[in-house]
């Protein structure tokens, strides 16, 4: 019998995978062209935005410090190539990324005027806030771009996948060791390289020196022309987080000991004439009123109607005056912060752009009129009709010394008038006056309005109507914000009544934060930059002799001194610097307005100015930044308990 030889047998086929080298090559090149990609269409996309203002630049004169800002953003692609492990996910989200960085900066410079900061990346969780700013429409857009892009993305990772086969540990377990080092280390190396990308601001910083080796000009004046300029990256890198201010010469514990007693003799003088239990009984109440401004003083533009007419009388019988905003179209929250804590936003960093979420949060406490109010005896509220997270106030109320934080949801009253998207100014007073009738002390009740905050077009059956706008858009916001206007003026003239019918003193203080941002640059331009940067501001108390006074444009840093003084109340020592500094420098927020009421540079300051000018730069960097080695004696005991929170 003939035995047949047995055949051989074939050992399995493995999957093919490219050579090592290759991969990596490979996955150099395409990691190089996403992140080129995505900064190009980032900074395409912002040129876009800035329409015809920088028409007749390009991007090639920026060459160099375009390509310093891919290499940032392909540090960030390589590490989530590193994490995640597969390049079709991280062109996903690189994709989704960009095209949600690209947009939202759009958004920004034309509804605030101002670019995306690092800081803004706190706001990305309201989306709610956000798509009312935006509107609904541009929300879906954006939406289903998103979802376009990942749709792409998923397809074109099912064809990356033929091209890129994964390394299975079960199949080629050297080559997925091999592989798994490498992502390790390129982990480790990008963050490193990003940790030291993200110290821009500090001396010595060579990726710094780098930008500006190759022409970089901060132009922290102008942010927009900063982002154009020198890129969104390079721009993006500037505003990241830097110490508050710069120690001044001379700072030492002595100094401060100094300037208290220096102070405290002034403070005593203006005291002579003061009742020191004056505030016992008085309920103050701090309105920052959304976007108030007073329309009518605009040239190019007429209103059918006066939007403010019992605002405006009451400005001539009260003290009164204009205020000057930090910037044009927004900064509502750097407002807030001047008139609560008395401090200029100019002499910060510039890169200080947002205090609430830059500067306040890294203390457990930071002096403020609500702080001092609640030292001398008032239950402090802070009321804001949106959302608690929006500037970080709920976690920034309490530092400041505010015992009760009330939000919409925790509002009362809750109304809208006809199709706006925000609660009403009258439901806000309304608010406010169940506090004072609720409570057995005296009240501080700051509140922050939102009844006339973006967008506003379409709010209103009644739109007061305006001429000299030709754009469409921009006539039809100004339209509506007038009647918006009107009904602020109307609420406030109720709130006004109910106070002087309560039977309880009070004193109030009410400004607008800054003009609203739909002004075509025309109006702007035929205005000035100082009146479009200018709101009214009142103060006016249900008791006493009140009588008419115009101040000179003011800062909101010198708000709480003229509560005081409205109540006759004793004032702290850091309140008679701010009433010395006021009479030589009224307003301060990148320009700067003198006793005159004109604007003024630093070097045409007289003597007596600038010494006042040093010592409230001393006094503000050691209350904000210092060791606060003058807040006990300069306003209020730094270890005061604060109230119990509802």
Same mark, same amino acid.
């Given at each position: 019998?003939?035995?047949?030889?047995?055949?051989?047998?074939?050992?399995?086929?493995?999957?093919?995978?490219?050579?090592?080298?290759?991969?990596?090559?490979?996955?150099?090149?395409?990691?190089?062209?996403?992140?080129?990609?995505?900064?190009?269409?980032?900074?395409?996309?912002?040129?876009?935005?800035?329409?015809?203002?920088?028409? /007749?630049?390009?991007?090639?004169?920026?060459?160099?410090?375009?390509?310093?800002?891919?290499?940032?953003?392909?540090?960030?692609?390589?590490?989530?190539?590193? %994490?995640?492990?597969?390049?079709?996910?991280?062109?996903?989200?690189?994709?989704?990324?960009?095209?949600?960085?690209?947009?939202?900066?759009?958004?920004?410079?034309?509804?605030?005027?101002?670019?995306?900061?690092?800081?803004?990346?706190?706001?990305?969780?309201?989306?709610? !806030?956000?798509?009312?700013?935006?509107?609904?429409?541009?929300?879906?857009?954006?939406?289903?771009?998103?979802?376009?892009?990942?749709?792409?993305?998923?397809?074109?990772?099912?064809?990356?996948?033929?091209?890129?086969?994964?390394?299975?540990?079960?199949?080629?377990? @050297?080559?997925?060791?091999?592989?798994?080092?490498?992502?390790?280390?390129?982990?480790?190396?990008?963050?490193?390289?990003?940790?030291?990308?993200?110290? !821009?601001?500090?001396?010595?910083?060579?990726?710094?020196?780098?930008?500006?080796?190759?022409?970089?000009?901060?132009?922290?004046?102008?942010?927009?022309?900063?982002?154009?300029?020198?890129?969104?990256?390079?721009?993006?890198?500037?505003?990241?987080?830097?110490?508050?201010?710069?120690?001044?010469?001379?700072?030492?514990?002595?100094?401060?000991?100094?300037?208290?007693?220096?102070?405290?003799?002034?403070?005593?003088?203006?005291?002579?004439?003061?009742?020191?239990?004056?505030?016992?009984?008085?309920?103050?109440?701090?309105?920052?009123?959304?976007?108030?401004?007073?329309?009518?003083?605009?040239?190019?533009?007429?209103?059918?109607?006066?939007?403010?007419?019992?605002?405006?009388?009451?400005?001539?019988?009260?003290?009164?005056?204009?205020?000057?905003?930090?910037?044009?179209?927004?900064?509502?929250?750097?407002?807030? !912060?001047?008139?609560?804590?008395?401090?200029?936003?100019?002499?910060?960093?510039?890169?200080?752009?947002?205090?609430?979420?830059?500067?306040?949060?890294?203390?457990?406490?930071?002096?403020?009129?609500?702080?001092?109010?609640?030292?001398?005896?008032?239950?402090?509220?802070?009321?804001?009709?949106?959302?608690?997270?929006?500037?970080?106030?709920?976690?920034?109320? =309490?530092?400041?010394?505010?015992?009760?934080?009330? !939000?919409?949801?925790?509002?009362?009253?809750?109304?809208?008038?006809?199709?706006?998207?925000? +609660?009403?100014?009258?439901?806000?007073?309304?608010?406010?006056?169940?506090?004072?009738?609720?409570?057995?002390?005296?009240?501080?009740?700051?509140?922050?309005?939102?009844?006339?905050?973006? =967008?506003?077009?379409?709010?209103?059956?009644?739109?007061?109507?305006?001429?000299?706008?030709?754009?469409?858009?921009? @006539?039809?916001?100004?339209?509506?914000?007038?009647?918006? %206007?009107?009904?602020?003026?109307?609420?406030?003239?109720?709130? +006004?009544?109910?106070?002087?019918?309560?039977?309880?003193?009070?004193?109030?203080?009410?400004?607008?934060?800054?003009?609203?941002?739909?002004?075509?640059?025309?109006?702007?331009?035929?205005?000035?930059?100082?009146?479009?940067?200018?709101?009214?501001?009142?103060?006016?108390?249900?008791?006493?002799?009140?009588?008419?006074?115009?101040?000179?444009?003011?800062?909101?840093?010198?708000?709480?001194?003229?509560?005081?003084?409205?109540?006759?109340?004793?004032?702290?020592?850091?309140?008679?610097?701010?009433?010395?500094?006021?009479?030589?420098?009224?307003?301060?927020?990148?320009?700067?307005?003198?006793?005159?009421?004109?604007?003024?540079?630093?070097?045409?300051?007289?003597?007596?100015?600038?010494?006042?000018? @040093?010592?409230? @730069?001393?006094?503000?960097?050691?209350?904000?930044?210092?060791?606060?080695?003058?807040?006990?004696?300069?306003?209020?005991?730094?270890?005061?308990?604060?109230?119990?929170? /509802?």
């Amino acid at each position: 019998m003939r035995i047949l030889p047995r055949p051989a047998l074939k050992s399995p086929k493995l999957p093919s995978v490219r050579s090592p080298v290759w991969v990596l090559a490979a996955s150099f090149l395409f990691t190089l062209l996403l992140a080129t990609g995505a900064n190009l269409t980032i900074e395409l996309w912002q040129l876009d935005a800035e329409g015809t203002a920088f028409s /007749d630049s390009s991007l090639s004169e920026h060459l160099t410090l375009f390509w310093l800002g891919t290499f940032v953003v392909w540090l960030l692609v390589i590490l989530v190539l590193a %994490l995640v492990g597969r390049l079709w996910i991280t062109a996903s989200l690189v994709v989704v990324a960009t095209l949600t960085t690209g947009y939202a900066n759009q958004e920004k410079l034309e509804l605030r005027l101002e670019p995306l900061y690092p800081s803004d990346l706190a706001m990305a969780s309201q989306l709610d !806030f956000l798509s009312q700013m935006v509107g609904l429409r541009a929300t879906l857009a954006l939406v289903g771009g998103l979802v376009l892009a990942i749709a792409l993305s998923v397809l074109g990772g099912h064809f990356a996948e033929k091209v890129f086969p994964r390394i299975r540990r079960t199949i080629h377990p @050297r080559l997925a060791t091999g592989l798994l080092v490498a992502r390790v280390c390129t982990v480790l190396l990008a963050l490193v390289g990003l940790l030291y990308v993200a110290d !821009f601001n500090t001396p010595g910083n060579r990726f710094r020196a780098a930008y500006e080796d190759q022409g970089a000009h901060w132009k922290f004046w102008n942010q927009r022309v900063n982002y154009w300029s020198n890129g969104f990256v390079g721009g993006m890198l500037y505003n990241t987080d830097v110490p508050g201010m710069d120690r001044p010469a001379g700072y030492s514990e002595e100094t401060m000991q100094a300037l208290a007693e220096k102070y405290a003799g002034v403070a005593a003088v203006i005291n002579r004439r003061r009742e020191p239990n004056a505030l016992d009984d008085v309920n103050v109440v701090m309105v920052l009123s959304e976007t108030f401004t007073d329309p009518m003083r605009l040239e190019t533009v007429e209103f059918a109607e006066d939007p403010i007419p019992y605002t405006r009388s009451l400005m001539r019988r009260t003290t009164s005056g204009n205020m000057l905003a930090a910037k044009f179209g927004g900064g509502t929250a750097n407002m807030e !912060f001047g008139a609560l804590t008395g401090m200029s936003l100019a002499l910060f960093q510039p890169q200080m752009n947002t205090p609430y979420q830059m500067l306040v949060p890294d203390y457990s406490r930071f002096p403020s009129l609500a702080g001092y109010l609640g030292h001398l005896g008032h239950r402090t509220v802070a009321t804001h009709p949106f959302h608690p997270s929006l500037y970080r106030r709920s976690e920034v109320y =309490p530092i400041l010394g505010f015992g009760t934080s009330e !939000f919409a949801d925790q509002m009362t009253h809750q109304e809208r008038l006809e199709d706006s998207d925000y +609660i009403s100014d009258e439901s806000a007073f309304q608010e406010v006056g169940d506090r004072i009738e609720d409570t057995e002390e005296p009240v501080f009740v700051n509140l922050v309005t939102m009844q006339n905050h973006m =967008p506003m077009a379409g709010s209103y059956s009644d739109p007061i109507p305006v001429t000299g706008l030709a754009d469409e858009t921009s @006539r039809a916001n100004a339209e509506h914000y007038a009647r918006g %206007l009107r009904h602020s003026d109307e609420a406030l003239q109720r709130f +006004i009544e109910s106070l002087d019918r309560s039977g309880e003193k009070a004193v109030v203080l009410f400004y607008g934060d800054h003009q609203p941002a739909f002004w075509p640059e025309e109006v702007r331009a035929a205005n000035g930059r100082r009146t479009m940067r200018e709101t009214p501001f009142f103060v006016y108390a249900n008791f006493g002799d009140q009588q008419g006074r115009r101040l000179p444009t003011t800062s909101a840093a010198h708000f709480a001194p003229h509560i005081l003084e409205a109540a006759g109340a004793a004032v702290p020592p850091y309140y008679a610097l701010l009433m010395q500094l006021e009479r030589e420098i009224p307003a301060m927020e990148q320009l700067m307005i003198g006793s005159d009421n004109r604007r003024i540079t630093e070097e045409e300051l007289s003597p007596r100015a600038r010494e006042l000018l @040093r010592d409230y @730069r001393l006094v503000q960097y050691d209350l904000s930044v210092g060791q606060r080695w003058s807040q006990s004696d300069m306003f209020y005991p730094d270890q005061e308990p604060l109230e119990a929170t /509802d």
